[in-house]
């Protein structure tokens, strides 16, 4: 899995005893061996899990101390032979005084120990009484069994085998402040971070901790990994509710259920090849960084097998949540409307002339262009639907038209562009009976002249409709339905059209909404080819795949890069129910090929709002040039 970037990590919430040093550890090492059974690479204990963090004055006996010390080290034997980091939480005496840690331990030997920087003291905190602020501690380091450990603030460890693996550490209360350590941590490399806490809950605070976690790991765009401690603290004064979860750059990958009465791991698979992706991209992620230089501490793990249970969305434009999906749906529209209001000011106010097929795209656009109107309170007649019927419309799609244009009040115009077509194909002695792309593209091209005309005749601008995934593939006839004069859709991914005309089409009565009904059963189809028994012959999926998957690998080769074999990999995990990995792999071939040869017609495409992270205009979104051949792309096949 680490050729994709995929690891498995751990949270563990052990049932901790006060002050029972010896309990405490077998706890940890039944964890542990959990972790390992599980194939994690990782797994991180709570605050002082060695001798539980309520321990209260009696931090300062030297008994404790000393038993912490010894089980450190038994510890550090039990990981011998074992291929898992493991981290773990304890109290250390330095110097006279005594430190809140973290120990980082492999195969062995301990490789690091960090001390807690912030120590709070306010409302039911008190830890100045008994422990000293690592702030100072940096490049120090700590004789344990007769080895000088690295000990201080200013450590991250790596992985030699995976270098893009690379660990942070921070306590509790280190999350808690405006600049917490692992701010600095991931800006010298981290990708990971840990947190060690032992967090009490009160009423509302889960929501605020999780809160700060997803933010943290989210502008330090980490995965981090946060083990709070839980039953068995002492409840003297507070109650610790185990709540631990792991998050990757802002989203939630696992939590735990809280409260639990026995020792709990909680794990997840992070990507760290996406993280490393989406630095590589911020180049604000370390703008004028000044902070301390890190010792980086190697370590070196074995590939780990595991089950594969990472979770993808099929359909990564479109929220599963029907609540995040109408609010999504709402503000797209809104970013059309309100582009295309302010084009239209600039252009002092034209007609809209927009081509209408009855098919999904066109409604898509002429809803927005509708909303546009009505906002401007302009009258809807000087929006301009033309329907042009070809060789290859049906009367289901043509009477759909004529449905939407009567109910909806704006002007009709009809040309049939069959003649003209005829006229073009026998000027170029081509014979109408070969369907082939010639014959396909006189049609198209037959529909933008008479668009273009009609926008001179009229006095207004013609508004395109071709979406997002047909930008990518290339799904378009050069100068033909390709052009237009401001196109609303071109950020928009074919996954998400029906869903943003079944959100639109609420702001409209029943009777026209049931007519969009009857236009969001309709399959994709240019229709330009002729029909059989009077239906569409010609099924766009049926020559380019399921656009499923084409949406599915277009925002992940866009958004984060993925190799070829990693987009494979997940999209066959994805949708293992539905495609067979044969098919799946096939349509993937498909894609990259169609992509790589369509830049030259991107190159040139019209202006048009971009909606969210993914879109490919070539003035301020997607740059690549346009010449590149097989054997340049194959680069992308492997």
Partial sequence: MKKYGFLKVAAAVPISSVANVEHNVNEIKK????ACLEGASLVVFPELSITSYTCGDLFLNSSILNKAFMALKNLVEFTSGKNIAVVVGLPLAYENKIYNTAAFLFEGKIKGIIPKTFIPNYSEFYEQRWFESGAKIKDKTIEVSDENVPFGTNIVFRDNSFKDFTIGLEICEDLWVPIPPSSYSTQNGATVVCNLSASNILTGKNDYRKLIVSSQSAKSVSAYIYANTGFGESTTDVVFDGASMIYEN?????ENNRFEKDGV?????????????EREKMNSFQFNYTGDNFKIIP????????EFTRYYEQHPFVPSNNIKLNERCEEIFNIQSNALLKRLYSAGNPKAVIGLSGGLDSTLALLVTIKAFDMAKRDRKDIIAVTMPGFGTTS????????????????????????IST??????????????ITYENVQARARTYILMTEANLSGGIVIGTGDLSEIALGWSTYNGDHISMYNVNSSIPKTLVRSLIRWASTLFDINERKIFDEILNMPVSPELLPPVNGEISQKTEDVLGPYELHDFFLYHFIRYGFSAGKLIYIAQKTFK????????EKIYRSFIKRFMRS???????????KVGSIDLSPRGSWRMPADINDDDFNNFQE
């Fill in 599 to 609: 830049q030259w017609k991107r190159d040139c495409v019209p202006g048009g709002p």
């Fill in 299 to 306: 370590f070196e793990l074995k590939e780990n097998i595991f």
């Fill in 423 to 436: 006229i073009m194909l026998n000027k170029i002695g081509h014979d109408e009976s070969l369907h082939d």
């Fill in 250 to 254: 802002g989203v939630k990958l696992s």
């Fill in 265 to 277: 791991l909680v794990s997840a698979i992070v990507d760290i090849h996406k993280l490393v992706a």
């Fill in 31 to 34: 964890l542990v061996n959990k």
């Fill in 577 to 584: 129910d539905v495609y067979d990995e044969d098919f799946v």
């Fill in 396 to 419: 289901k799609t043509y009477n759909l038209v004529l449905k939407l244009v009567s109910s909806l009040g704006v002007t009709f115009k009809e040309y049939d562009i069959k003649d």
